[in-house]
């Protein structure tokens, strides 16, 4: 079982994303029994966990996400949801789902880009 991960995207700092995972092919009873999780992992850096939700809603997140990032799922669909807002440059990173113990096989991941604020040069004579 393969999980699929979609709705990356490049957005401005301050700006929000909703990514999306299906573990479609996954009997449904084992999906709906597992603690489900969403990863990060940005360039040169390992992978960390972001937050996880039991088969009965109840989450967790990392610190650095709490209070700008809900996770979600729909069991019939055997799906898992990220949306994020508030979002920092140090967002930036692939994004991968698993259940908690990483029993699935990986998938793809889905990029997310954060663009930062930028800042403006004057050049005058």
């Known amino acids: 079982v393969q999980m699929v ?27 709906n029994s597992k603690i489900m999780a969403w990863y990060r992992q940005a360039p040169g850096k390992q992978r960390e966990l972001v937050g996880t939700i039991t088969r009965l809603s109840d989450t967790n997140y990392a610190e650095s996400v709490k209070g700008r990032f809900t996770i979600s799922r729909d069991n019939s669909r055997k799906s898992i949801y ?25 998938g793809q991941g889905t990029q997310v880009t954060v663009w930062g604020q930028g800042t403006q040069v004057t050049v005058s004579s």
């Open 82 to 106: 990220l949306q994020m807002n508030s979002l920092k440059p140090e967002d930036t990173a692939l994004y991968y789902c698993n259940s908690d113990t990483g029993d699935f096989a990986w």
């Open 5 to 31: 991960e979609s709705g990356g995207g490049s957005v401005q700092a301050g700006g929000s994303l909703r990514v999306s995972c299906k573990a479609s092919r996954a009997i449904t009873s084992v999906f």
